[in-house]
């Protein structure tokens, strides 16, 4: 088994199994850029939709391709291949939603760990989410503080996270419901006034250019008809 590649995959890795064959095989998806392209080789025509899944498959199959016997390749290849290019973008709008949905749940917003990672990449915003991902804990955690010090610098209203509210978050309480104890909404404001200031003045002149369109209008002055206009000109002359 290839590790790096698994590695490579970042966690998305999925795995089928063929009972009557007596197999199971890992493999990862298409990037956005491989199933694009793999997708315009097979609608223009170029690559048969048989030929493509295969090549498909071979190219994200984290086993030993050649290992796998002719007399199963075929079928098997063709199968997990339409499977991958299905949860690489071919699938429908429901699916789309309810991967959403689900990615939802595994990075919930009002975390400590979203947090030290909005703090990072607000402080040093050409931070990638790759970057971050490939970092030690140890590693992490030290950009976290330098960022806290970085956006300190920047605001020196900005306070730090409060760690003695993050212990109370791991401590058992007597209430079912689960509470943090970590206002995140208080934090992020924190964060945007160190680093956005701009935006939030411009997101205060659009509010204010907002409420006063809502404003009832002030009654225009009539205008004067041309007649008016030549008897207010004479008098004028006349004084």
Known sequence: MDIDAIINADGSLYRTSFPDLGISLSYRLLSLKE???FKSLRDSGIVSPFILSEKVFERCYLGEYKLIPDSQLAG?????????MWLSGDCDSETLLNDIAFSRKLNPRDTVFEYMRGAIVAAFPTTTIEELESLTRNQFINKFTISENVIAKQNPEYEELNLSEVAKQSEPTKSTKQTHGIDFAKENRAIVRAVGSSNIEDQEIAESKAKRANQPEKPKPAKLTNKQ???LQKRRMNE
């Not at 098997?76 to 991958?84: A, D, E, H």
């Open 229 to 231: 206009l030549r008897e």
């Open 76 to 84: 098997v290849g063709i199968t997990v291949g339409n499977l991958i």
């Open 35 to 37: 199933y694009r392209v």
